[in-house]
C-alpha cells in the first residue's frame, strides 16, 4: 500500500457559521475515496464553540474547564485531567487557548461524529465525491511524554481494524488485536499540517477501501467503563 499525505493550504481564517464543506471542496483537490482530516480547532470555530475568557489572565479559562468536565481525574498545578461528556479523557476538558484569539478559548465540538459527518455530506453534496472525513485533536498520553493527534469524531472511515481471528505472518491467530485505524490516520496527518504553520486541513490518498464504512467515535473508539482496568 502507498499512501499520499498532503496539507490543504489557502483556507481562510474560520469564523462562526462558515461552511467548512464548500472552502474545503474550493480547496482541496479531493479524489473519491480520500480521507479529510481536519482539525478540531477550526470545527469549534465554525460551529461557534467559543467562550470568551481575560486576555490578560493566563488561568481565565480554568472555570470553564470544570464546566466541560463531568469527571477530575487528576490535578497538577494549573493542570487539571479530566472526562468531558464525550467520554475523552484529556488535560483541561479539550479547553484550548492556541491558535484562536488572545480574548477566546476554544471547546470541543458539542457531537464530533455530527460534524464529521456534516462535513463528509456537504463534501459530497457539492462535488458528488464519497469520502471519509476525521476530525482530529492533540491529546497527550499516559506513561508517555509529548502529544499526539488523535481522532474524536469520525464519518465514513471505520474506527477499530478488527485484526481477531485473522493470521499474523507466523500463521498465528490474532487474539486481541484491534487497530485504531482513525487515530494513526489522525495523526499521520497531523505531520504535514504542524501546530504553528496554519495548515487545518489534510488528505489522505491511497487509504484501502476496507477500511471506509460507517462508525463512530463515541459508539466504537471509547472503551466502555466495564472493560477499563485503570477507573
Known sequence: ??????GVEGLPEITAGDDLASLISDAANLADGDVVVVTQKIVSKAENAMVAVDPNDPLSHKPVVEQESVRILRRRGDLVISETKHGFVCANAGVD?????????ALLPDDPDRSARRIRN??????????????????????????A????????????????????AS???????????????????????GKAEGVPVAVIRGVDRGWLGPGSIQADLIRPPGEDLFR
Not at 500500500?1 to 498532503?6: A, G, P, S, V
Not at 487557548?97 to 478559548?105: F, M, T
Not at 488523535?150 to 493470521?167: K, Q, Y
Open 97 to 105: 487557548r492556541s491558535n484562536v484569539a488572545a480574548d477566546a478559548a
Open 122 to 147: 456537504g463534501i459530497r453534496a457539492r462535488t458528488g465525491l464519497d469520502v471519509g472525513v476525521v476530525v482530529s485533536d492533540t491529546f497527550g498520553r499516559p506513561w508517555r511524554r509529548g502529544v
Open 1 to 6: 500500500m502507498k499512501l499520499e499525505i498532503f
Open 149 to 168: 493527534d488523535v481522532a474524536i469524531g469520525v464519518a465514513g472511515v471505520r474506527p477499530i481494524l478488527d485484526l481477531r481471528g485473522t493470521p499474523d
Open 171 to 193: 500463521g498465528r491467530e490474532l487474539q486481541v488485536t484491534e487497530v485504531a485505524i482513525v487515530d494513526e490516520l489522525a495523526a499521520a496527518a497531523e505531520l504535514v499540517m
